[in-house]
T-cell receptor
Framework: AQKVTQAQTEISVVEKEDVTLDCVYE???????LFWYKQPPSGELVFLIR??????QNEISGRYSWNFQKSTSSFNFTITASQVVDSAVYFC???????????FGKGTLLTVNP | GAGVSQSPRYKVAKRGQDVALRCDPI?????LFWYQQALGQGPEFLTY????????KSGLPSDRFFAERPEGSVSTLKIQRTQQEDSAVYLC??????????????FGQGTRLTVV
């Protein structure tokens, strides 16, 4: 069975601080896909990134970066120089090659204070 | 519109009432999903459509829940005889390809259902 754990329920930082959101996953499939979504107060889930299990290369997109480590089953998300607009709930999710349904973690509420 | 549109945004229903939630996916998207998000939790899968065919309804919590997508575009999630435990945000998502590709899904803003 697939499972995603986001151990951090809430994180509060001051603007311009760097912050890392942790995600640990469990799966029996050798082919799987990992996702991060952002959910601002408006409620819409905004897609941020999709990675497949064969691509462990870290990715950077502006202030966002992702660290995928199969050895520890982790897919962590770092925001550099955080801004107030980054305040939201962030979800990590997993889908397996054999099971396309997204399994989400419980989310991490990030609050960036001015 | 450019994104997934859901209506209504908010719905208050008295226990026992039937409700219908609408989803307008991104034009041309083959796949459509419904998820249920309880307060403080991540979304949980309800059902999946590929065009007009409902290929997976394994996540529907009871036979009071029914979904359709008759023309392969707009979808409706219907809940009959609502109960308090049905209170949640119902999210619709669409994807341009079939699930074989495990591509990212684009979500709407959801419908917050409150059963009183």
């Amino acid at each position: 069975a697939q499972k995603v754990t986001q151990a951090q329920t809430e994180i509060s930082v001051v603007e311009k601080e760097d912050v890392t959101l942790d995600c640990v996953y469990e799966t029996r499939d050798t082919t799987y896909y990992l996702f991060w979504y952002k959910q601002p107060p408006s409620g819409e889930l905004v897609f941020l990134i999709r990675r497949n299990s064969f691509d462990e290369q870290n990715e950077i997109s502006g202030r966002y970066s992702w660290n995928f480590q199969k050895s520890t089953s982790s897919f962590n998300f770092t925001i550099t120089a955080s801004q107030v607009v980054d305040s939201a709930v962030y979800f990590c999710a997993l889908s397996e090659r054999s099971n396309y349904k997204l399994t989400f973690g419980k989310g991490t509420l990030l609050t960036v204070n001015p | 519109g450019a994104g997934v549109s859901q209506s209504p945004r908010y719905k208050v229903a008295k226990r026992g009432q039937d409700v219908a939630l609408r989803c307008d996916p991104i034009s041309g998207h083959v796949s459509l999903f419904w998820y249920q998000q309880a307060l403080g939790q991540g979304p949980e899968f309800l059902t999946y459509f590929q065009n007009e065919a409902q290929l997976d309804k394994s996540g529907l919590p009871s036979d009071r829940f029914f979904a359709e997508r008759p023309e392969g575009s707009v979808s409706t999630l219907k809940i009959q005889r609502t109960q308090q435990e049905d209170s949640a945000v119902y999210l619709c998502a669409s994807s341009p390809r079939t699930v074989v590709m495990n591509t990212e899904a684009f979500f709407g803003q959801g419908t917050r259902l409150t059963v009183v």
